[in-house]
């Protein structure tokens, strides 16, 4: 068993007596290949909460003041998160998400850059549409549906992929992509 599956299993057992979730559209999910998990935040909890109800492991973009912190420095990359600066255009990070997506695997983004107050989908940052158009991943919206009430009903669904063929073609703007993910999400708010 290796460390993220250890730390999965740790957080499952210690979320799931405080939130009832409920997961949706698991069968959407591709079983292989590289897949750009796209989810709205609001909550801190969001990223354990996808990493526990997504079918398989997933690297998580994460803001670098984090591996600044004392214990997180150290548990942070042996759950698959690696950081990224915010604020300005991180090539390393785009560059270490674009090689995993290359290699198969799945890489969960935040498009917002930062939580929600309100709930409400927010504007989401040009880096999103950048993996959606630069690779040949699978783009994943995702909805956390809360709010995050101790023992109340959380849901997390998982919505179809979204076909970018020929958005690609049509040489759309990583900030239209960006867009049409946005949109995807919030629809999923809307619909569950």
Excluded at 40 to 58: A, K, Q, Y
Aim: hydrophobic share 40%; net charge positive.
């Amino acid at each position: 068993m290796t460390f993220y599956h250890f730390a999965r299993s740790v957080v499952k057992g210690l979320l799931s007596p405080l939130y009832r979730i409920e997961v949706k559209g698991l069968e959407n999910f591709p079983e292989s290949g590289g897949v750009l998990l796209c989810t709205n935040h609001i909550s801190n909890l969001d990223p354990p909460v996808v990493g526990i109800t997504c079918p398989r492991p997933v690297s998580f973009m994460a803001k670098e003041e984090l591996f600044r912190v004392p214990v997180l420095k150290s548990i942070l990359p042996n759950v698959k998160a690696f950081p990224v600066k915010r604020g300005m255009s991180d090539r390393g990070a785009l560059r270490t998400g674009l090689a995993l997506l290359k290699e198969g695997e799945v890489l969960g983004l935040f498009p917002e850059g930062t939580r929600s107050k309100t709930g409400e989908i927010g504007k989401g940052l040009a880096g999103a549409g950048f993996f959606a158009l630069r690779s040949d991943a699978k783009i994943i919206p995702c909805a956390i549906i809360g709010p995050y009430k101790l023992f109340g009903k959380l849901r997390v669904v998982y919505g179809k992929p979204i076909d970018f063929t020929e958005l690609k073609k049509e040489k759309i703007s990583v900030e239209a992509a960006t867009e049409i993910i946005m949109n995807e999400i919030k629809k999923l708010t809307e619909t569950h």
